[in-house]
Nanobody
């Protein structure tokens, strides 16, 4: 059974930084691409960033240059470093396997709130 556990969210002022982590279990971590998604109140979940099993990376337009996705295969963990945070980045952040299509059930997510 695949489990995805996100952590690292919190309340931060605009311009601040956070690092999210996603611990994955129940799958061959190194063989999978992973992605971060977010869902703001009243909006659909949207893809934020993806990282392939070979290290290919891509970002949603509004986060390019501010967010950095990375992975540690030894720790079965994917990270999202978020700098220069804006109030519009406020959302629940989720991770999932798959580069742009989620492959498994969602975890509980981690709340990121950016105050202006």
């Amino acid at each position: 059974q695949v489990q995805l556990v996100e952590s690292g969210g919190g309340l931060v002022q605009a311009g601040g930084s956070l690092r999210l982590a996603c611990a994955a279990s129940g799958l061959t971590f190194s063989s999978h691409a992973f992605a971060w998604y977010r869902q703001a109140p009243g909006k659909q979940r949207e893809w934020v960033a993806g990282i392939g099993s070979g290290g290919t990376i891509d970002y949603f337009g509004s986060v390019k240059g501010r967010f950095t996705i990375s992975r540690d295969n030894a720790k079965n963990t994917v990270y999202l470093r978020m700098n220069s945070l804006k109030p519009e980045d406020t959302a629940v952040y989720y991770c999932n396997a798959g580069y742009k299509v989620a492959l498994f059930d969602w975890g509980q997510g981690t709340q990121v709130t950016v105050s202006s």
